[in-house]
């Protein structure tokens, strides 16, 4: 089955800066990666995801990055701010409309005022 | 607002009592997931379940059980629980579209076996 990488497992980082959080996946037929933050006692939550046919897609301060060919893609986060402290997931799937995710281990990301 | 609901929210009970965990959804949804969240271990899935006559096993289904009563509700049973079933359980919906979809989660219920 699918095997979701996710580094690192903290990040401490000052406000203003840039985070960036990186994972491999090991099934080459996954085409899906969707990024979940989850603040601390909170539901986890959809913030951006990708498609196979897309190399980078951005959403204001977020952008994530798919390298196909190294089953590489990261989540990058500019201009920290405090509300961004919180754990955050990615995860893969393979969308042959039978299969489901498969989550990375989680960063914790602390912004640091 | 269409939401994911988890009953109980906390849950306090000892080695070898039956525990079950509802989920309902609003949102129409086909799909129904359970997760178990561990700290440093990410999300697991346990079971899932694309409409009502489908079950289907997770990553760590071993000591678990489920039961889909209608499109809007899956309950997750823990038969006989045990100290290492202490985790915060998520449900979670999704559609069925193709290309990846969504998946929306419930608030959780933090379940401690003594």
């Known amino acids: 089955g699918e095997n979701v990488e996710q580094h690192p497992s903290t990040l401490s980082v000052q406000e203003g800066d840039s985070a960036v959080i990186k994972c491999t996946y090991s099934?080459?037929?996954?085409?899906?990666f969707p990024w979940y933050k989850q603040e601390l006692g909170k539901r986890p939550q959809l913030i951006i995801d990708?498609?196979?046919?897309?190399g980078e897609k951005k959403d204001q301060r977020i952008a994530v990055t798919l390298n196909k060919t190294a089953k590489h893609f990261s989540l990058h986060i500019t201009e920290t701010q405090p509300e961004d402290s919180a754990v955050y997931f990615c995860?893969?799937?393979?969308?042959?409309?039978?299969?489901?995710?498969?989550f990375g281990k989680g960063t914790m990301l602390l912004v640091s005022p | 607002d269409a939401d994911v609901t988890q009953t109980p929210r906390n849950r306090i009970t000892k080695t070898g009592k039956r525990i079950m965990l509802e989920c309902s959804q609003t949102?129409?949804?086909?799909?129904m997931y359970w997760y178990r969240q561990d700290p440093g271990l990410g999300l697991r899935l346990i079971y899932y379940?694309?409409?009502?006559?489908?079950?289907n096993k997770g990553e760590i289904s071993d000591g678990y059980s489920v039961s889909r009563q209608a499109q809007a509700k899956f309950s997750l049973s823990l038969e006989s629980a045990i100290p290492n079933q202490t985790a915060l359980y998520f449900c979670?919906?999704?559609?069925?579209?193709?290309?990846?979809?969504?998946?929306?989660f419930g608030p959780g219920t933090r379940l401690t076996v003594l």
């Open positions: 979670a919906t999704s559609d069925g579209l193709a290309g990846g979809s969504e998946q929306f």
């Open positions: 099934d080459s037929a996954s085409n899906y």
């Open positions: 990708i498609r196979s046919n897309v």
């Open positions: 995860a893969a799937s393979k969308w042959t409309g039978y299969s489901t995710l498969t």
């Open positions: 949102k129409g949804h086909d799909r």
């Open positions: 379940s694309f409409d009502v006559k489908d079950i």
